[in-house]
């Protein structure tokens, strides 16, 4: 009866989500179709450009149209066709040095923003000037620093991951909210050798503290270093790493290892990586798991998949992933805690035009355990089959504000709001191991760069 039951929530909870992402996918169809069609009404072709090569308020509404687009390459050539005509047209450089840094262009840009040093800009233009000609100068030193700071509210449905349908005395349970964060903090050495060789090293930190559900309080420390080679068409990334993790206020895993990321370039539009790593985990027995040690051992794994890139607006991954867990167990359970894990998932990232972006992910896995632990179960080795979506939508603060003609500080104009929506279901041969969780979350996120 019980199983039944079960299967009937998870077929209502698949419903619930088929019904949701339909309806996702429908409002981003209307609103693609709107700004699709607005852009229709407004668009310019090439051919028109290329017609009127003198119009210079035409070429120059070609290249904000681009660049609206993301097609910065073209946005690009428009600018530079067009300071060949009218060299002295400062504003015109001034957008041109800035899609240039956004190309990742450097050398280029500072050219672009140094020559308009001294020339009559409003005190908006020279301090846009100053602020790309410092990130592109930035950006092409030896030692780079970065660091980036994440701050924001959520609230699930089901933190603690429990199944309804049992009743956990002592344990909280029921929707909570929290304060979530994340923060990091970069540093890369150039090797000076021509090929964009560096070296770095990064320090970072994840947070929830829930205001109810002390149970699903945590932290995770990582720090990682590495070089990144840029060989054969390529890069490849080896790495060593160790991280931290602290749940309901107390010591609850520790882990360290290496591994290495490549990414090899197929054509213009499509990327293939393969990535692979080992690590050594070390538990700790808490007041709320005292299977501590048993879970001790190796973790190997790997990851491969593509990266598409249709257009300059859009990315497209889907990548396939694989781990082989080797707990040290005991005599009584020897490979209670061993296991495999699969997982497809595929994701998409879309610039919608001024600051805004769109993105989507969805995953599968499945988790096979070796044996029974006699923890979990007596009887039934635990399989469990784990669904994940979520949908985000964010953009800078600046382009928020935009359409009210409020310029705020530099300060903050560039803090990059977010929202998002999430959903987990799991299925687990071990009943209470059986849960689903809706989650909602707003983020702010502030990048700097030294």
């Known amino acids: 009866m019980i199983a039944s039951t079960r299967k009937n929530n998870h077929i209502a909870g698949l419903v619930k989500v088929s019904k949701t992402v339909l309806a996702l996918c429908a409002m981003c169809v209307v609103s693609f179709s709107s700004l699709d069609g607005a852009r229709a009404r407004e668009a310019i072709s090439f051919q028109q450009v290329l017609a009127s090569p003198d119009d210079a308020q035409l070429n120059l509404d070609y290249a904000r149209q681009q660049v609206a687009a993301g097609n910065l390459q073209q946005a690009s050539a428009a600018l530079e066709r067009l300071l060949l005509v009218q060299p002295n047209w400062d504003s015109v450089r001034l957008f041109y040095g800035i899609v240039l840094y956004r190309l990742d262009d450097l050398s280029g840009a500072k050219r672009e923003l140094k020559i308009l040093e001294g020339r009559d800009l409003s005190p908006k233009q020279e301090g846009e000037r100053r602020k790309y000609l410092a990130l592109a100068e930035q950006a092409s030193q030896r030692v780079r620093m970065s660091a980036r700071f994440s701050l924001g509210v959520r609230t699930d449905s089901n933190p603690g991951r429990l199944n309804d349908e049992f009743d956990f005395f002592g344990v909280e349970d029921g929707p909570d909210s929290a304060f979530t964060g994340a923060s990091q903090f970069r540093v890369e050495v150039d090797f000076s050798n021509g090929r964009g060789d560096f070296a770095f090293v990064q320090l970072g930190g994840v947070f929830n503290q829930y205001f109810e559900v002390g149970r699903a309080d945590f932290a995770h420390i990582p720090l990682k270093a590495g070089v990144t080679l840029h060989r054969f068409g390529g890069t490849i990334t080896p790495y060593v790493f160790a991280s931290h993790s602290i749940v309901q206020d107390e010591e609850f895993r520790s882990e360290a290892g290496g591994g290495i990321d490549t990414n090899w370039s197929i054509n213009s539009q499509l990327d293939w990586f393969l990535n692979g790593f080992a690590q050594y985990q070390d538990y700790d027995e808490t007041s709320f798991s005292f299977i501590g040690d048993l879970r001790d051992g190796w973790l190997y794994g790997g990851r491969t998949g593509l990266r598409w890139r249709p257009s300059d607006r859009q990315t497209l991954t889907l990548s396939g992933s694989v781990r082989r867990k080797d707990a040290e167990g005991d005599s009584f359970t020897p490979d209670g805690f061993s296991y495999d894990f699969a997982k497809i998932e595929v994701s998409s990232l879309t610039l919608l035009g001024r600051g805004f972006y769109l993105n989507a992910k969805a995953s599968y896995s499945q988790t096979n355990y070796d044996e029974v632990d006699f ?74 760069q030294f």
């Open 375 to 448: 923890f979990t179960s007596f009887s039934e080795i635990r399989e469990d089959e784990r669904f994940y979506a979520r949908v985000a939508v964010g953009a800078p603060l600046s382009a928020l504000f935009a359409p009210a003609n409020i310029e705020l500080p530099e300060a903050i104009a560039d803090i990059v709001a977010q929202v998002g929506v999430s959903y987990t279901d799991q299925e687990s041969t071990i009943s209470n191991l059986t849960f689903d969780n809706w989650s909602g979350d707003l983020l702010f996120t502030k990048r700097v």
